[in-house]
């Protein structure tokens, strides 16, 4: 068997590691789109003696590519037989082309370097792990050029301590990302200028959560629909700068994750396995807190505009205002909820359309008897006719006279 390939997946992503002919080939067969994983990183990772040549030498001999699983990517590597390694979280394969067999085939036998060595094995995952979480900062950068949100003016715009100094914090980790890229590695004295950043990051990512929370719980006090309309009017810009600000605080601290990572590389390899769980975990919890927090807003928006839609016949104007900001917002969150990779099931609210509302107002009148008939037959007659004519934009006078029916009927049924 010729053209041996390894595979390394952390369930994130894949790393595929061979010959720098072999990988390409490989890569294009399975239309993989990759980027180059870094593999002369690990050199660092042996210190010295005769073990840590034969690691350096096996790294040089190879080339690494890496990319992230989608479900669609998932899938094609499935086939492969991927098995669970001696790291944590981190399986593998050997896998090639053995004469004219155009297909790749799991090849059991021979495994490389890469399968037998547990250190270089952690070292690959950690690195894999720093190329996932630097992918998501990319997306979450694109994310924020897409809604026009400069973070650092939403900060300076606020007053707290909290927010002015998480613009510090921004500034000195963009200089040390700087500092890795150029050097290729974190010393202690690059670690030292960062290493507190977390707790700014934290408090500020709690600090919007908070603002999220409030406009949540300001809705909930909102009844009639010219209240909800103007809160959720206000909610499209408010929900979208403070969703920027946690997409900045999300951003950072994976920046500050990669960071950590490399500085247990250079430091403490033999603690880099355990690092990158404990990082991992800690990333899901965060993402869990952000999840709940903004589905309960989506929820309340939701909530919102199932009110508005029940009292479109005497709010033609206002109400359909409510199902659109509400749908603005949704579909905001649902976009952040992609770029963090939060799995969110958004349906947008449909606005009830004033005719059908009549329509239904007019047959439940019929079922309400003799008093009910005159006025639904009053209603519905005019109701239809006018909606038809305008194409649903009615007047404000149309909207007028329904309330003056209903609240005839109303009179008429207390009377009785």
């Known amino acids: 068997m010729g053209n041996e390939i390894q595979l390394i997946s952390d369930g994130d992503g894949l790393a595929v590691i061979g010959n720098t002919t072999d990988v390409e ?44 699983l989608t479900n669609e990517s998932a899938q094609r590597v499935r086939k492969f037989g991927l098995m ?21 085939l799991q090849f059991e036998k021979g495994a490389g370097s890469f399968l037998t060595n547990p250190a270089l094995l952690a070292g690959a995952a950690g690195i894999m792990a720093q190329l996932a979480m630097q992918q998501t900062m990319d997306e979450i950068t694109d994310y924020l050029a897409t809604i026009d949100e400069k973070v650092d003016d939403v900060l300076r715009a606020q007053k707290d301590a909290v927010l002015a100094r998480m613009i510090g914090v921004d500034l000195m980790i ?27 990051i ?15 719980e300001k809705m909930e006090r909102k009844t009639k629909i010219g209240d909800l309309a103007t809160t959720t009017k206000e909610a499209e810009s408010t929900v979208r700068q403070w969703l920027a600000v946690l997409a900045r605080c999300f951003q950072l601290q994976d920046a500050i994750a990669v960071l950590e990572l490399d500085r247990v590389l250079d430091a403490s390899p033999e603690e ?3 690092h990158r769980l404990g990082l991992k975990a800690a990333r899901q919890r965060r993402l869990e807190l952000i999840s709940r927090s903004t589905e309960r807003l989506v929820a309340r928006m939701n909530a919102a505009a199932d009110s ?61 008897g003799a008093n009910g008939v005159v006025a ?24 007028e006279r329904a309330r003056r029916l209903f609240g005839d009927e109303e009179e008429r049924g207390e009377e009785g």
Not at 84 to 104: D, F, L, N
């Open 25 to 68: 080939r490989f890569l294009l067969s399975e239309g993989l789109p990759s980027k180059d994983l870094g593999l002369q990183r690990l050199k660092s990772v042996f210190g010295t003696g005769a073990a840590a040549a034969q690691a350096g030498s096996d790294v040089a001999a190879n080339s690494g590519r890496w990319m992230k």
């Open 84 to 104: 669970e390694s001696k790291t944590p979280g981190v399986s593998h394969a050997m896998v090639g082309k053995p004469g004219s067999i155009k297909s790749w």
């Open 174 to 200: 963009e200089e040390t990302m700087t500092i890795r890229e150029q050097v290729g590695r974190v010393s202690e004295v690059t670690w030292s200028k960062v290493q507190a950043g977390p707790t700014t």
């Open 202 to 216: 934290a408090e500020t990512q709690a600090y919007a959560l908070r603002q999220l929370d409030a406009l949540v």
């Open 272 to 274: 880099l396995d355990g």
């Open 308 to 368: 508005a839609n029940a009292k479109v016949l005497l709010n033609p104007a206002k109400s359909p205002a409510v199902v659109q900001s509400s749908n603005h917002v949704a579909t905001g969150v649902h976009e952040f909820h992609g770029r963090l990779g939060i799995e969110s099931g958004r349906q947008a609210s449909e606005t009830r359309r004033w005719a059908d509302a009549a329509t239904e107002a007019r047959d439940k009148a019929f079922e309400t």
């Open 376 to 399: 639904a037959i009053s209603l519905g007659n005019e109701t239809l006719d006018l909606a038809g004519s305008v194409k649903d934009k009615l007047s404000s006078g149309i909207a």
